[in-house]
C-alpha cells in the first residue's frame, strides 16, 4: 500500500518561502489527485493546492485556495512519486498543519500523510 511522507515544514519570518515535500512509497497509478490541505487548531482541514494526473492529451491540471494564488506552486515528478509546494511570501496566515493527500479515484482510495508543521511569524 502506498505511504505518504510530508518533509519542508519549519519556521519562517513573514515573506519568507518554503518548499513542502510528500514522498509516495509505492506506486500511484491510475487517474488521481494529489494536493496539500491546511488544519489549523478547531477548524476543519482545508485544501491548499491540488494537482491531478496527466492525460494523452492534457497536462496535468491545478487548483489552488483564492488565499494563495501567485505565492504557491504544486508540481509533482511521477518518476519519483513526489509532490511539492513551494511556497513564497508566506504570511502569518498561512501558519498550520500541512498535509499531503493521494485520491485515486481510479479504485477509489484516499490516504493522508502525518502532516508537517509550518510556522510563520510576524
Do not use: H
Request: net charge positive; proline share 2%.
Amino acid at each position: 500500500q502506498v505511504q505518504l511522507v510530508e518533509s519542508g515544514g519549519g519556521l519562517v519570518q513573514a515573506g519568507g518561502s518554503l518548499r513542502l515535500s510528500c514522498a509516495a512509497s509505492g506506486r500511484v497509478f491510475g487517474f488521481n489527485v494529489m494536493g496539500w490541505y491546511r488544519q489549523c487548531p478547531g477548524k476543519e482541514r482545508e485544501l491548499v493546492a491540488s494537482i491531478t494526473s496527466g492525460s494523452i492529451t492534457i497536462g496535468p491540471r491545478t487548483n489552488y485556495a483564492d488565499s494563495v494564488k501567485g505565492r504557491f506552486t504544486i508540481s509533482r515528478d511521477y518518476a519519483k512519486n513526489t509532490v511539492s509546494l513551494e511556497m513564497n511570501g508566506l504570511k502569518p496566515e498561512n501558519t498550520g498543519v500541512y498535509y499531503c493527500n493521494l485520491e485515486q479515484r481510479t479504485y477509489g482510495r484516499v490516504l493522508w500523510g502525518q502532516g508537517t508543521q509550518v510556522t510563520v511569524s510576524s
